[in-house]
């Protein structure tokens, strides 16, 4: 089997991540913990974005935020799936891993960056939310490993009550709040539940196929 190569490291926020390619397939990995990500396993980051469109589907001029890059295929199936008109908002918090989707990455998601309706802040999508009170009709997101905080113990504050607060503020009535996670979390559930949201969560596959890991998403919808 042909080895992975190292591409390039970054120590950014605390954890050091690092970005390898093998043939066409790409994988980043974070300090000692492994892999955080393999562009070969996307199905479900791309189901993130597609239970999101559904509950906004009919609006002409929705706003959207993706909070975490990742190799693009979240961007991708959103701008596949929302209204022509729409305005997404990536909120990347890692630098590099903006320039490693643009340096190496784009082609695996059709180059989502370079559309005319996404705008890329290189910032903390918890404060984009605070700053963005009734602001969106769509957030997703898909940071770390989900509530289980991975790559930052700063993450933590995503998924706490407080940050589920923060969410729904940020969402325009009846928006909709999608949330990534690698495995199952009735606590959290639990939390989004008080912080307002009608909650379901769907186990959906890493790959279209069935194989593969198991992931968990949350579809929370703010009520008008």
Known sequence: MIPFKLLDTVTECGATLRLY???????I??????????????????????LACEHIRGRTDPRLLVGGLGMGFTLTAVLA???PQARVTVSELIPAVVRWNRDYLGKLANFPLSDERVAVLEQDVGLVMREHKNGFDAIMLDVD??????????????????GLK????????GGVLTVWSASADPAFTQRMSKAGFAVTQ????????RRGNRHIIWVGVRSD
């Open 145 to 162: 490993n989900g509530p289980a905080a991975f790559t930052s113990d700063d993450n933590d504050a995503l998924y706490s009550s407080r």
């Open 29 to 50: 990995r974070v300090d000692k913990a492994g892999e955080l990500m393999n562009s070969r396993a996307h199905h479900s980051e791309a189901m993130l974005a597609e």
């Open 81 to 83: 799936c929302a209204a």
């Open 166 to 173: 923060t969410a729904f503020d940020a969402l325009r009535p």
């Open 202 to 209: 769907q186990r959906v596959g890493s790959h279209q196929a």
């Open 21 to 27: 390619r093998r043939g066409d397939e790409f994988s």
